[in-house]
């Protein structure tokens, strides 16, 4: 059984429709995000979980039990705010213990929480500091040890990491999942950002304009993406205009620059029919060949480089494929024995027609 479940969530500002029919169900010890553009209902629909907005209409069930009428102080789950205010008058262990301020709990026994928390935060021996002192990344991790200290079922996290800079961000990325599978506590992470929802996620929502436009785990979302929208989204994506024919009774597609192929057997079964379609190719799904290189499978195609993009571990080429309408982009894992090419070099590229994903125009 789900440990949350949404059915038919609308939510209205007014007549602003935030929320529109939402369904969703959250399995208990999950990392589920919520994954979306800003303004797409995200922080919406956590505080919604939250009981902090009221939906007009649909049913919010929490471990079984319906919500209506429940306020947050009286659900299992705990919110932490992306500028989450800590007091900066009080020292960083009566920050964390401030939740269990009229808990029936034995000082002793609320001294022993506190130091558990600060433990599981990365805080250990910052008990006694100033919190006004800390930095963001510090703070932030007061933030979490301040919730998990109530041991909420579910942790509500909205855009906790985006203050941060990158490399702390990673840094905390990896620490919270690591956490989540220690605690073993449901979370719901609120982010923009696609490549965080990717690393941290058992599952994600995709959200536009307040629906979900996709509910999968990170690789089918980036695998077999089902829309251009969520393509476009996730990761980088070829977009490559097309035709599907009959021929000798099975579906070619053709596609200017690729050439004609005879349609992957699960495209075939996405529902593919004859006439205008798009084709989404990854860039991790073209690869430049070494001159005279054999080619074990699929096909190749030739082109002229007109840009190259060097980010140290990785290039990022825009390659004109011969008789194609627009460049693609491929990207290549830099080797010492694998010259970087400069634009305007000729180059063969080898792609595989399974990575292929389609897009019915229309
Ligand atoms: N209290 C409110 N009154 C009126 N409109 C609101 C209110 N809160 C949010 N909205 C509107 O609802 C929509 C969804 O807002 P929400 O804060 O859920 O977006 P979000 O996905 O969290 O965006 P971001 O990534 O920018 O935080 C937005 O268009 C926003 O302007
Ligand atoms: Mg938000």
Known sequence: ???ISLTGIDKFYGTYHALRGIDLDIAEGEFFSLLGPSGCGKTTLLRTIAGFEHPENGVLTIDGQN??????????????????????HLTVAENVGFGL???PLSRADKTKAVAEA????????????????????????VALARALILKPKVLLLDEPLSALDRKLREQMQTELRRLQRQVGITFILVTHDQEEALIMSDRIAVMFDGRIAQLDTPEGLYLRPNSRAVGEFIGLMNLLPGMLRPEDGRLLADIPGLGAI??????VAHGAAPG????????ESLSLMSPGGALPTGQFVDGTVTERTYYGDMTYYEVALDGAPDPVTCSMKNLVSRPVLERGARTRLAWEPGALILFPDG
């Open 1 to 3: 059984m789900a440990l």
């Open 67 to 88: 919500m209506k009428g429940v306020g947050p102080n009286r659900r299992p789950t705990n919110l932490v705010f992306q500028n989450y205010a800590i007091f900066p």
């Open 101 to 103: 301020r009229r808990s």
């Open 118 to 141: 600060l433990a599981m935060a990365g805080l250990d021996g910052y008990g006694p500091r100033a919190a006004h002192a800390l930095s963001g990344g510090q703070r932030q991790r």
């Open 262 to 267: 005879p349609l992957p057997p699960d495209l």
């Open 276 to 283: 205008p379609a798009t084709f989404g190719l990854r860039p």
